[in-house]
């Protein structure tokens, strides 16, 4: 059984920051990586910031300069500083973790979501 769980996120103002959270528990291995996507309404979830186990980190064009992703490897755990936030990143933000099982298996796993909210 594994458990994603974040926590962070809430209402800010344009131009404000917020911090999120999120850390994996259970039975596995390792990480291979974890990272952050979003889902507006009416929109498809799109990744946001991901990072792997070579500590390579990826971000999406529209974040990049304002958010910054940590790994904390020892704790299982990430990180999503945002900064310089904009009605545009208004959405609900959830945490994926690729998990290492026996025989080099992966899975995925997902939190429950943390709605960020920001206001013009």
């Known amino acids: 059984q594994v458990e994603v769980v974040e926590s962070g996120g809430g209402m800010v103002q344009a131009g404000g920051s917020l911090r999120l959270s999120c850390a994996a528990s259970?039975?596995?291995?390792?990480?291979?990586?974890m990272g952050w996507y979003r889902q507006a309404p009416g929109k498809q979830r799109e990744l946001v910031a991901n990072?792997?186990?070579?500590?390579?980190?990826q971000y999406a064009d529209s974040v990049k300069g304002r958010f910054i992703i940590h790994r904390d490897q020892v704790r299982r755990a990430v990180t999503l500083q945002m900064d310089s936030l904009t009605p545009e990143d208004t959405a609900v933000y959830y945490c994926?973790?690729?998990?290492?099982?026996?025989?080099?298996?992966?899975?995925?796993?997902w939190g429950q979501g943390t709605q960020v909210t920001v206001s013009s």
């Open positions: 259970g039975s596995f291995l390792g990480i291979s990586s």
């Open positions: 990072i792997p186990a070579d500590g390579r980190r």
């Open positions: 994926k973790a690729v998990v290492i099982l026996r025989n080099d298996v992966r899975e995925t796993y």
